[in-house]
């Protein structure tokens, strides 16, 4: 870990605001019934048997789920998709579980890009770049970028979730036999992967998939699905991708109104390999993560924020921070302390209107560039939009 940075909590994709216990004892008697008292009770044996404590009314609605599919008798195609993909997302949270405090970014682009292609080299210095400074890179362990992300990583740092396709993909050589490599049948379960383990996100030229990607990651995070993170799009000098690119978004997208202008905010585009580092790193210089306590969102710092920053911040965001500002947290609050979730970090929280995520962004930008903030890591410079705000 570099600069006091660890990992986002284990759930990166957002579930809102509303919470449950996340633990409760054995035969709590709590939740979703199947309809038959006696499966309810032999399925409270179960949990009983299993030992399971923490989090037992998520494993309770599971087991309470798989009996009500069964009751309605779905064909044996259903059945199969639903138990490949519980079976393939077990998987996945296994392998990365142990990895749960390691920063990660995850690398999107062709499987098509030669090894002689400058973009494999950008892909390459960027992975290992990160690398020397605590990140590891996950890609989808095929071919092209996703090769040139893992051979620049390294095989400390890397992780693959591949796809099984009849036509392609192998793993490529630098994670074939490696124990961090999952293979997936289903395209949403892959993503899932990719995106709920990342803190950050590199995309590099590509097609359809790639842009499917691209385009998705932009919707979890303009949406609050998915916890604010960077978003790198990397060219090389001179390349044209990502500028034709943000042209299409800017005339026909925002330009019809389908968009908000301000959304260009969740994305950088560069054909510069050290300031690609500098956003994904300088996301976390001061930012550490969110959660949602009841209505109330928090916002946990490396650093805490002054009165007096803290008040100007309050000023200038006030549309967004509803209706009393930003407040500095003396400490955790009950949910946080219960789940020893980061309660030794300081803490602000608001009530957010839960909309413009693209503003909570320039809000994550604004404690980043404080001056109470940590210094960057690893001698990188600041990011582009940490020094605007500087001057």
């Given amino acids: 870990m570099v600069g006091g940075q660890g990992g986002r909590p284990p759930l990166a994709l957002s579930t809102g605001p509303q919470e449950r216990p996340a633990n409760e004892g054995p035969g709590h008697g709590r939740g979703p019934a199947t309809g038959d008292p006696e499966v309810d009770r032999l399925l409270q044996e179960v949990l009983d048997r299993l030992e399971v404590s923490s989090n037992r009314d998520q494993v309770q609605d599971m087991l309470v789920n798989v009996a009500r599919l069964a009751k309605g008798r779905p064909d044996r195609l259903d059945l199969k998709i639903a138990n490949a993909a519980l079976r393939e997302m077990r998987e996945g949270f296994e392998v990365f579980a142990p990895y749960r405090n390691t920063r990660k970014v995850t690398m999107f682009g062709s499987a098509r890009t030669l090894s002689t292609d400058p973009l494999y080299a950008q892909a390459r210095e960027l992975a290992s770049r990160l690398a020397s400074l605590g990140w590891s890179t996950v890609t989808g362990a095929g071919p092209g970028i996703m090769a040139a992300g893992l051979e620049g990583a390294g ?68 949406t609050g699905k998915a916890e604010p993170a960077p978003v790198v799009l990397l060219d090389v000098p001179e390349g044209s991708y990502w500028g034709a690119w943000a042209d299409f978004v800017t005339d026909e997208v925002a330009g019809r109104g389908l968009v908000a202008a301000d959304d260009a905010s969740l994305y950088l585009i560069t054909d510069d390999v050290l300031e690609a580092a500098s956003e994904l790193l300088g996301f976390y210089r001061n930012y550490h993560s969110l959660r949602w306590v009841g209505d109330r969102l928090v916002i946990r710092l490396q650093s805490a924020p002054t009165k007096a920053e803290l008040a100007s911040l309050s000023d200038e965001f006030s549309s967004v921070c509803l209706p009393d500002g930003l407040e500095a947290l003396p400490g955790p609050l009950p949910n946080e302390l219960r789940e020893d979730d980061h309660v030794s970090l300081p803490r602000v929280a608001m009530h957010f209107d839960r909309a413009s995520y693209a503003v909570l962004r320039r809000l994550i930008d604004a404690f980043n560039a404080l001056p109470s903030a940590p210094p960057m890591p690893g001698g990188l410079p600041l990011p582009a939009r940490q020094r605007a705000r500087q001057h």
């Fill in 155 to 222: 095989p400390e740092h890397s992780f693959g979730i591949n796809i099984r396709l009849p036509f392609e993909q192998v793993a490529n050589q630098f994670i074939v036999s490696d124990p961090k490599l999952v293979s997936m049948k289903y395209f949403f379960t892959r993503k899932l992967l990719l995106v709920k383990e990342s803190d950050g996100y590199a995309v590099l030229p590509g097609g359809f998939g790639t842009l499917d990607e691209s385009f998705e990651i932009l919707t979890l995070l303009q």
